[in-house]
């Protein structure tokens, strides 16, 4: 059974097959798709690991290094989709390089790289 997000943001459940993929889903070779699901299995043993030392009464300093990984972890994961989405879905896929639209999809990626490091 899958859930989706209602507008109020509680869960409803539903059956049936998935939806038709939006014209904005990820778009990932199946190398890059395999990097980013692993980038988020570690990030999911970082948190367990982090819940783990909060029910054993952990180190206070280990919880909080790992929670600074966590997040460095998350960021990095939110600029490489950002990116992709914005060369992807925000410039024409065949947009001239050398473009204006395309310059200042490349600075915002800088920009937002920076950002989040």
Do not use: F, W
């Not at 014209?23 to 948190?47: A, D």
């Not at 290094?65 to 410039?91: F, K, P, Q, W």
């Amino acid at each position: 059974m899958r859930h989706a997000e209602t507008r109020n943001g509680a869960r409803a459940a539903t059956t049936g097959p998935a939806t038709a993929p939006s014209p904005r889903m990820l778009k990932h070779s199946l190398r890059e798709k395999t990097k980013l699901l692993n980038r988020v299995k570690r990030i999911r043993g970082q948190v367990t690991a982090v819940e783990d030392l909060i029910e054993d009464d952990g180190d206070c300093e280990m919880a909080l290094h790992t929670l600074a990984a966590c997040r460095g972890a998350i960021n990095s994961l939110m600029a490489e989709i950002l990116e992709d989405h914005i060369r992807y879905h925000v410039v024409a896929p065949g947009a001239d390089p050398n473009s204006n639209e395309s310059l200042a999809a490349e600075q915002l990626v800088d920009i937002v790289k920076s950002y989040l490091r």
